[in-house]
């Protein structure tokens, strides 16, 4: 079984950035699509951003364009979320999930093969 864990979430003032990461286990990551979830108190969860298994083809909730950036280290079977120009709005836990189908983590179907257990990012104004 692959198991994740998010780490590097924080506090931080509104504008300034932290660098989310999601080590995986297991032989099988570098064969999963790869994405990042956000859950704030009292809202639904809501996808974020997503990766294919090579890096590509990502995608991006609108709310996160040009301030968040996802990518991939298969040799260190982690994934990242950088998240610049921080807003108070993006205060939530993060949540990384993996799926063998990218269709999958875009959508973020209830079929999600693994998640993580979350790491919380508070932005203060």
């Known amino acids: 079984q692959v198991q994740l864990v998010e780490s590097g979430g924080g506090l931080v003032q509104a504008g300034g950035s932290l660098r989310l990461s999601c080590a995986a286990s297991?032989?099988?990551?570098?064969?999963?699509?790869m994405g990042w979830f956000r859950q704030a108190p009292g809202n639904e969860r809501e996808f974020v951003a997503a990766l294919g298994w090579s890096g590509s083809p990502t995608y991006y909730a609108d709310s996160v364009k040009g301030r968040f950036t996802i990518s991939r280290d298969n040799a260190k079977n982690t994934v990242y979320l950088q998240m610049n120009s921080l807003k108070p709005e993006d205060t939530a836990v993060y949540y990384c999930a993996a799926d063998r189908f990218l269709d999958t983590v875009r959508a973020g179907s209830g079929g999600m093969d693994y998640w993580g257990k979350g790491t919380l990012v508070t932005v203060s104004s």
């Open positions: 297991g032989r099988t990551f570098s064969s999963h699509a």
